[in-house]
């Protein structure tokens, strides 16, 4: 009964560079939520997501960066032309409707 | 808009003593409010999800308590153990309409001493 997986666990990109971070929920999870944890900062929301939809993109910066989760496969938060300051842990939640949450090992994004 | 506040920010405590960290939120009309804990470096795992209509949940050494009318609940560690230090985090949802988007606590850092 495997967890939720996010792959890669590390990502180097330089400035301008995209950069795809990738999240399996949990067997039997159809909702997907993204978090960001800038350095010495608290968890933030970027957005929630069900199968071929967007529930709510409230936290998402209005450019560079998008997410989808398709029919089949991962949910995909893509982020292009990176910058410095994207540098830190992007998690990846996922849970039954209503139900607790649960979280990802995270993908820690260094831009250099 | 929900704001959530985690006092202390920081605990040491030495080894069998009992641990008591406290989180508030403004928003009383909350759909749930879980508990997480994060080791450096490392993921957010769940420790206990109170539903609104619950007062407390348990699970082992753990127990956690909600009062939605003060806008208060409180996690309880019983017989702290070194293994036990972490960050311990606290998360409402944003809205009752927006149940999905948690809205986090900055965290108890918490130090069990041998």
């Known amino acids: 009964n495997a967890g939720v997986m996010q792959n890669p666990r590390h990502l180097v990109r330089r400035r301008g560079q995209e950069a795809r971070l990738r999240c399996s929920p949990m067997?039997?999870?159809?909702?997907v939520y993204w978090y960001r944890q800038l350095p010495e900062e608290g968890l933030k929301f970027m957005v929630y997501?069900?199968?071929?939809?967007?529930?709510?993109e409230s936290g998402m910066p209005k450019e560079r960066f998008s997410a989808e989760f398709p029919k089949e496969g991962p949910s995909i938060l893509r982020i292009q032309q990176v910058v410095r300051g994207d540098s830190a842990a992007y998690f990846c939640a996922s849970s039954r409707q209503g139900y607790e949450q649960y979280f990802g090992p995270g993908t820690r994004l260094t831009v250099t | 808009k929900q704001e959530v506040t985690q006092i202390p920010a920081a605990l040491s405590v030495p080894e069998g003593e009992n641990l008591v960290l406290n989180c508030s939120f403004t928003?009383?009309?909350?759909?749930?409010l879980q508990w997480f804990r994060q080791d450096p470096g490392k993921g957010l795992t769940s420790l206990l999800l109170?539903?609104?209509?619950?007062r407390e949940q348990t699970s082992g050494r753990l127990n956690a308590s909600l009062d939605k009318s003060s806008g208060r609940s409180t996690l309880y560690i019983a017989a702290s153990q070194p293994g036990d230090s972490a960050t311990y985090l606290c998360?409402?949802?944003?809205?009752?309409?927006?149940?999905?988007?948690?809205?986090f606590g900055a965290g108890t850092q918490v130090v069990v001493t041998p």
């Open positions: 928003d009383s009309a909350i759909y749930n």
């Open positions: 067997k039997g999870h159809s909702h």
């Open positions: 997501l069900q199968k071929e939809n967007i529930i709510d």
């Open positions: 998360a409402v949802p944003y809205s009752t309409d927006s149940w999905g988007k948690l809205q």
């Open positions: 109170i539903q609104s209509s619950q």
